[in-house]
């Protein structure tokens, strides 16, 4: 990596304020590392919007019980093995399921994969959330 | 107002590159113009997160032919004055207007109002976004 | 418009009082009505996958003593009048003015004029929310 | 489980022949599940919306590089094992971890968590979304 370099930043102080006041809120103890937090999520909104290749994690939600659901989500995964990354189960109840699919590639591609997935007969709920491959995101 | 102050942020070469052609493509001439914004965006998120007095901008379609509909949106909003400020009327087409009405109060309360709005026969389609009442967001 | 026709939907009772129960708060008299809704929220959100032609409500929030500010606004606004549809302007306090920009276009170009929008000196903070335009959405 | 009941829906021919082609498209095979599906969603929407207990996925992107910084993150979980149920880690490339972080609490309380895990040093970007814990969610 390469070398940090610094820019200034013309603001008034009211709004400088209300912008500590919120960092210290979230936790952050450097103004410099909340302001590149910012910027990359502003990269990141941008990726999505230009189609590049990125990751999604896929919630669902779904009842165990359901007959043959199970290994349906198995065999669904394993027919996208080139975009199915990894999943991660949680037992959430006697009868409900959390699984986490991360999925990797185009947006549109990686959502229509999620709508196949939410279409399923079983699965009750479930939510998508994009965000970077990390690739391109510099430090 | 006051007079601005500045302060120091330090960043990667890289993340700084990638920031100035997004501000490029975005429209912006002034980097510290597009932080405070982005410090703003924040800051209107925290408002929202802690029920403050907020701005939403209710975008609705229907059909005018829908017997009493136009005179049933004024009474609504006639009733609900205190938190009504304005409305706009677009004509879409022969049968689908676009009403824009702009509420203010306590998110809650006008996410509520928007939902009458919504469940009204004849209102097709509907979305509300919310946005600051300004008074907080410094410049 | 042609007759209305009929399906039946097969539900859990449980599921079903739950739906019945959110209609009673969100003031929904007919479960038929409410069900519509929720199908053209989905169309709507596909036509914007799809890169239709939509409707954007911009709402913007902005400081009238900026110098020019409100002149620049008006002149952009002419530049794209094929785009811009329309705009109502709210006093909100001594400062602070609310002006709501409607813009029809595809997705992306009426995304691209609201970051412009968004880029210029003196406006605080905005966002917008995009709706169909309502042509292609059925009763 | 209870016997499934059913309802009708009265709608207009050019309604459903659009949402039928979403369906397909989606790769949904039967409507009332997909009409389940719809009301699931705003029930969840309703349940985030009431502050009632729900499933939060936070994924987010770093730099296994930056010193301690895999520590922290493990130290920060285990300080609020009350609410962390698991997490599942990805190699992205050379650099970049991808880890995903599964919450369990009051919307304000995990979206604080949040904040708190994405405001630590070297963590690049990341992105939170919100889910029902299913227990009150029917089939």
Do not use: W
Not at 46 to 72: A, F, N, P, W
Not at 91 to 115: F, M, Q, S, T, Y
Request: with cysteine; hydrophobic share 35%.
């Amino acid at each position: 990596m390469s070398e940090a370099v610094r820019f200034g930043v013309s603001i008034s102080p009211e709004l400088i304020e209300q912008f500590d006041e919120l960092l210290t809120r979230r936790g952050y103890t450097n103004r410099s590392e909340a302001i590149r937090d910012l910027i990359r999520k502003e990269l990141v909104e941008q990726e999505e919007i230009e189609g590049k290749e990125m990751v999604g994690t896929l919630t669902i939600i779904y009842d165990h019980h359901v007959r043959e659901l199970s290994e349906e989500l198995i065999r669904f995964q394993h027919d996208h093995h080139m975009h199915v990354l990894s999943s991660l189960h949680i037992h959430l109840d006697h009868d409900n399921c959390l699984e986490i699919i991360v999925v990797r590639g185009a947006g549109p591609k990686i959502k229509h994969l999620a709508d196949r997935i939410l279409a399923t007969k079983g699965v009750k709920h479930g939510r998508m959330v994009i965000t970077s491959t990390g690739g391109d995101l510099p430090k």
